[in-house]
């Protein structure tokens, strides 16, 4: 029995020593025009999800999504060489390891949604200190490629520490 207390105010202790984290705008939301017509051929909205500890490394990562609409009759693509994200001090995040594949052709008039993880900068591994990131990405399309970038500020819904957050195997997600 004092096992199991122990073991539930271990797992209570290393959540609670997590912040939760909310990021703003959410989602940012950006209308892809080429400048020849100005014609709007695709949305993309990108958003911060939350931060997950790898399982293979108990490393954090931070998690974005990017859903991209394709309102145009030719393809549109990600380029994968492109996704950057900086924090609020130009540290760079580990290379991103994206869910599909960036890269794929987005066919005309369809939407993809893409689950981006970063590993945390190796000069700040630590979630609770994150101010501000940044991500920058470029769109292929038939006219050429837009440049994207999109920034998200912490908010902190309240100064006053959230509690706890029980975890129990389902997830090893904090927010």
């Given amino acids: 029995m004092k096992n ?4 539930l105010c271990l797992l209570a202790a290393s959540c609670a020593s997590t912040q939760r984290l909310h990021f703003v705008p959410a989602p ?8 020849e017509n100005g014609a709007v051929i ?9 931060a997950v500890r790898s399982e293979e490394t108990g490393d954090w990562r931070l998690h974005l999504r990017m859903r991209v609409e394709n309102e145009d009759d030719a393809p549109l693509r990600v380029r994968p060489d492109s996704v950057r994200l900086l924090d609020s001090r130009l540290h760079a995040f580990g ?14 008039f369809t939407t993809r949604v893409f689950e981006l993880y970063f590993p945390m900068p190796r000069s700040e591994p630590r979630v ?12 292929e399309h038939a006219d ?6 999109a920034g998200f500020e ?14 129990f195997g389902y997830t090893n997600y904090c927010w």
């Fill in 154 to 167: 912490r908010w902190d819904e309240s100064p006053v520490s959230t509690g706890i957050r029980w975890s």
């Fill in 95 to 108: 290379t991103v390891v994206p869910e599909p594949a960036l890269g794929t052709e987005i066919p005309p």
């Fill in 144 to 149: 050429g490629h837009a440049e994207v970038s």
């Fill in 4 to 7: 199991a207390i122990l073991t």
């Fill in 28 to 35: 940012h939301e950006l209308s892809l025009q080429p400048q």
């Fill in 42 to 50: 695709g949305r993309v909205y990108s958003t911060v999800v939350g």
């Fill in 128 to 139: 609770s200190r994150l101010e501000s990131v940044h991500l920058r990405y470029s769109i």
